[in-house]
């Protein structure tokens, strides 16, 4: 296929026009109509009607051409007399020598029949950000959009009822039907600011392809080409092709996309920044200077354990809620982390070669000398920081990125982990937030070494031991099953500041 023919048919011809643009928004717009998964069968010809939406929370994949290339989280869930849908999502796509990266976080709000009330939608479409937000008051669609500074207003009338994408493919089966039958509805399109009118038709039973029995759809979303879609008789989505599987979404566990979504949060890349960003309700000024930090975390999941030492205390503050203290604020105890000390955290591991002849030889020469812990592991973190180039990319295990003297902040904490251990001294592999002024927490990843008989905090991609007390720690562990926990908060939780410790200074709220 040429490359004219693969725009022409992922969308129009508005979109060879500008293909950049609408090349993620086959993609984006593609999973925001995406439910929820579950795998029961379908009759085969009559369509089972629902009363209600599945309340729930389910994760999907986003393929091209069977590689994975981002990711889509929906959640539904009733809200007054209606239902809300929130979606966030992100995707980064190569097709013909062409790349985009795009984010997506939206929130509609709906009737008992899935029409439209209000939305608001956050993108960035290749580092470019936009906010829209709007309500339907009548037959009049109001539409504040901001972009690049700028402001603007748009009203689109309508008659009947407008719907949401993410309500598509619960349309029919909340009216019930059978093999052949066909809806016309009207969608509200918040990238172009138009409502569309859209076909839908129940093309019958039909299995996913992994075998899953389901009923099949049709819709005119994307002119020229098909959209289908299975779903099974709960109204939960199972899967979504575009032009015959080009571009596919599939409703997946979310341990599944835990180790994919962990690197592209811990590496910081702009294609998941608006997604993982935890905002905080008040700035935290001066985090370099800050002593000691006191924050409560809101929609957490109780499943995770509540992680001590490090300069760090948590402490449960009811269903959903933790409040996490560092610093001087932290009070944390060194008789309790000495219980915490094991083998494994002096041994070498998967990609921390601490037994590696170079890593050996570089901590010789580093640490020649040198008889405290304190000062080798200080040693250690600074050479760390200068010799390696942060990127956004993984550089890999120890001996690889001592080699390629590049990589993002997981790489740091490997090759730190690795000379630290080689030096005697035990330390473990965290991951977690960290603040950046002005803008909030990010997930990151950094050490901690047993000195003095205590657990310290050391980033040796910033070149602090101790780290500031920003360095909230969330997970232990570098391999991916460490790591896949990360899913369980990430674009959930909300943080709220307690409080803040200065020298000489001390803020409660």
């Known amino acids: 296929m040429t490359e004219k023919e693969f725009f022409m048919t992922a969308h129009s011809r508005a979109a060879y026009r500008n293909p950049f643009v609408k090349i993620v928004k086959v993609v984006m717009l593609t999973v925001s109509i995406l439910m929820l998964c579950n795998s029961m069968a379908a009759h085969a010809a009559s369509l089972v009607k629902i009363e209600t939406p599945p309340l729930t929370e389910r994760w999907f994949g986003i393929y091209v051409d069977n590689e994975r290339v981002g990711f889509y989280r929906q959640r539904i869930e009733k809200s007054g007399d209606g239902y809300k849908m929130e979606g966030n999502g992100s995707v980064r796509m190569k097709v013909m020598s062409f790349s985009k990266e795009a984010s997506m976080r939206e929130t509609y709000q709906v009737s008992k029949n899935l029409s439209l009330r209000s939305f608001d939608v956050d993108q960035t479409i290749n580092g470019s950000s936009s906010h829209l937000s709007g309500k339907v008051i009548g037959n009049i669609i109001q539409i504040k959009s901001e972009a690049s500074g700028k402001t603007s207003e748009k009203d689109l009338k309508f008659r009947g009822d407008v719907y949401p994408g993410p309500a598509l493919n619960l349309y029919p089966l909340m009216r019930g039907g059978t093999a052949g039958t066909q809806y016309k509805i009207q969608a509200f399109d918040p990238e172009d600011l138009k409502i569309k009118e859209i076909q839908i038709t129940i093309l019958g039973a039909e299995k996913t392809a992994d075998g899953v029995s389901a009923i099949k759809l049709r819709n005119t979303l994307y002119p020229f080409v098909n959209n289908d879609i299975w779903v099974d008789e709960l109204g939960n989505t199972l899967e979504e092709s575009v032009r015959e599987g080009l571009v596919t979404t599939k409703a997946e566990q979310p341990q599944a996309l835990g180790q994919f979504i962990s690197d592209w949060a811990l590496a910081k890349k702009d294609l998941i920044y608006d997604f993982s960003l935890v905002r905080t309700d008040v700035p935290i000024k001066d985090p370099k200077n800050l002593t000691g930090l006191a924050v409560e975390i809101s929609n957490w999941n109780d499943i995770l354990p509540l992680l001590q030492g490090g300069g760090q205390r948590v402490e449960k503050h009811g269903e959903g809620r933790v409040v996490i203290k560092t610093g001087v604020l932290a009070k944390d105890l060194a008789d309790s982390d000495v219980q915490n000390v094991t083998d494994a955290q002096l041994r070498p591991a998967d990609k921390i070669e601490s037994d590696a002849p170079e890593i050996k030889a570089q901590v010789k020469l580093l640490t020649d000398g040198i008889k405290t812990q304190d000062e080798m592991a200080k040693i250690l973190a600074s050479w760390t920081s200068d010799w390696l180039k942060d ?119």
């Not at 890999?396 to 490997?414: I, P, W």
């Not at 002005?438 to 050490?447: E, N, Q, R, T, V």
């Not at 360095?471 to 409080?499: C, F, Q, S, W, Y």
């Open 391 to 509: 990127t956004i990319d993984d550089g890999g295990s120890a001996v690889e990125s001592f080699k390629s003297k590049s990589g993002n902040c997981q790489t740091h904490a490997r090759l730190y982990t690795a000379l630290a251990r080689a030096a005697g001294i035990p330390t473990r592999f965290v991951s977690g937030l960290v603040y950046i002024e002005g803008k909030g927490f990010l997930y990151h990843s950094w050490a901690e070494s047993f000195i003095g008989r205590r657990w310290v905090s050391v980033d040796p991609t910033y070149n602090q031991l101790p780290t500031d007390p920003t360095h909230l720690k969330l997970l232990e562990g570098h391999l991916p099953e460490d790591m896949a926990p990360i899913i369980a908060i990430i674009g959930r939780i909300k943080m709220t500041v307690l409080e803040t410790s200065y020298e000489n200074q001390h803020l409660t709220r």
